[in-house]
Structure formats: C-alpha cells, structure tokens
C-alpha cells in the first residue's frame, strides 16, 4: 500500500458539506411584483384593473343588451329590471354601453404604452449611451415636442389623421415619448459607467447589446413606474378627447362620449353622466394606485428597511 507525504496530506482541501435545501432568492423583479400584490393599493388597483380587462375583452357575453340597439318608448328611464342603469336619450342600454366603452381606453392605453414606451425608451438609451451630438440631437427634439401641451398637440395629430380610437392613441404616443425618454436617459447616465458595463464592453459586446441587455434590464424598474402612470394618463387623455368629438366616433360607446352626451339630461337622466364617470374614475383611482405600490416596491430604501 502507497503511503502519502506530508505534504500531499496538507495540500489536499478539506472537503465541505454542500446543504441540500438552500433556497434560490428570488428574481428583484419577481419580489417586487410579491411586495406590489401584498401592498392594500396594488391589489386594489390590480383588482380594478383586472376587472375592466375582463369586461372589455368578453363584452359581447356579458353585456345585457347591444350597445347600439335603440329601444324605442324607453328612453331616459331611470336604473330598473329591465335596465340596470337604465337608458340614454335613445333608448340604449347604458350598462351595455359602459361595458363596451371599456375597450377604446384600454386599448389606446396598451397602444400609447407600446409605441410610446418603445420609442421613447430607445431614443432615451441612445441618447443616455451614445452622448455626443446623438444626445444633443435627441434632446432639442424632445424640448421641440415639450414646446406643445399634450392636447394641443393631439389636435394636430388628429387634425392631420382624422378623429378615432387609432389616432388618438398615435397623438397621446408623441406626446408622451419625450417624458419617457428623458427618464430613460438620466437612468442610463447613472448606470453606463458601473463595472458590469465596462467589463460587457471588454469582453467585445456591442452598442446594442449593451444598451439592450446590460442597461436596459438594470434600469427597469423605474420605467415600470412610469408606464403605470402613462396607462392612467392615456385613458385621460382619451377620454377628454373623445368628449370633445374627437376620439371615438358614435355609435360605438366611449366613456368621455358619453360624458359629453349626457350634459343635456342632467336633472332628467343623472344616471347617463353617474355611469361612465364613476367607471371612469374607478380606473384612473386604480391605475394611481398600482403606480405608487410599484413605486414602493421598487424602492431600495424600503425594501432594505423590510418593508
């Protein structure tokens, strides 16, 4: 039998129990959709939201009546049996109306979300990596956008297009990429300079691929912010441009059509104006509301607080 050395005996390391049940921690983003669910606001305004989703995408199931099916002798009646938030100056079901007046929000809300997160995130990064005359480029065009007020410049986009549910979501789109961008730029100032960055460069990664794999997840969490705020501010903006004619166009229903329609009927039919608005309102309160508990999710100050 081989006998040892000493010094092979030293040399070799001691060998170390590795535990079995160590658990992963969680992914940053995962823990704080648990934090944003667990917060009294976030599930109220994910409950809200959730809701207004379900109605809108399977509206022809639940919805009594056709939204645009006039039932003549029954205009104006108050809430009852037969209509449960009674009827318009023309005999349509308002509860029909409400439901399906949920579908030009939202989806003018996913699209402004969409296109003009996605624009104005990549010309934020560019701007924010690049520097130069790219970044002086980038930004004088923002400040040209910020020179107009976001409905002034909604009457020029539709003005220019035409009214309807697209266009309104192309105008809020343009009005809203130079907030976005310059939020996405002054993250990408804080974090392109950071090791993890310049050592993605050392190893040979390219413009893009730094920007879209390196910063881009690091600077996530803020944007989700924001993009819980513009959802809020699009229904808004769709909204006050549909009551003044310009969004979507009758018969098909819209909250702020129906807002501006029910000015009229006031002190005879409250119940045209108490539908939609508090629809309306319950959203916006929602939506408001998942921002901030994504906001304190997202906080590393309370999360290194326990919170």
């Given at each position: 039998m081989a006998v040892r050395s000493a010094s092979e005996v030293v040399a070799r390391p001691p060998l170390v129990a590795v535990p079995q049940n160590v658990k992963k921690s969680p992914h940053p983003l995962n823990a704080a959709m648990v934090r944003t669910w667990r917060n009294p606001l976030g599930k109220f305004g994910v409950l809200i939201l959730s809701v207004l989703v379900f109605a809108a995408i399977f509206a022809p199931w639940i919805s009594p009546y056709d939204p645009i099916v006039q039932h003549q002798g029954k205009e104006l009646l108050g809430p009852n049996g037969e209509f449960w938030m009674g009827t318009d100056e023309l005999g349509r079901d308002l509860l029909s109306r409400v439901i399906y007046g949920a579908r030009?929000?939202?989806?003018?809300?996913?699209?402004v979300v969409f296109i003009g997160g996605v624009l104005g995130i990549c010309a934020g990064l560019a701007a924010g990596y690049f520097g130069g005359w790219v970044n002086g480029v980038i930004m004088r065009l923002f400040d040209a956008l910020f020179a107009f007020p976001a409905i002034l410049l909604g009457f020029v986009v539709i003005a220019a297009l035409g009214p309807?549910?697209?266009?309104?979501?192309?105008?809020?789109?343009?009005?809203?990429?130079?907030?976005?961008g310059r939020v996405s730029r002054s993250l990408v100032l804080k974090e392109r300079n950071r090791d993890y960055v310049l050592a993605a460069r050392c190893t040979g990664a390219g413009s893009t691929r730094v920007m879209f794999i390196h910063l881009l997840p690091n600077a996530v969490s803020p944007m989700i912010v924001n993009l819980a705020l513009l959802m809020g501010f699009s229904v808004l903006a769709e909204a006050s441009l549909a009551f003044l004619g310009l969004g979507t166009q009758p018969p098909t229903p819209s909250w702020g059509a129906m807002?501006?329609?029910?000015?009229?009927?006031?002190?005879?039919?409250?119940?045209?104006?108490?539908?939609?608005?508090?629809?309306l309102a319950?959203?916006?309160?929602?939506?408001n509301y998942l921002a901030d508990a994504l906001r304190e999710a997202f906080d590393p100050r309370r999360v290194n607080a326990g919170f």
């Open positions: 030009p929000s939202l989806v003018v809300a996913v699209m309807g549910t697209t266009q309104v979501a192309y105008a809020i789109a343009i009005a809203v990429i130079p907030s976005l807002l501006n329609g029910s000015r009229a009927y006031l002190r005879v039919d409250p119940w045209m104006a108490i539908g939609p608005g508090v629809v319950m959203l916006l309160l929602g939506l």
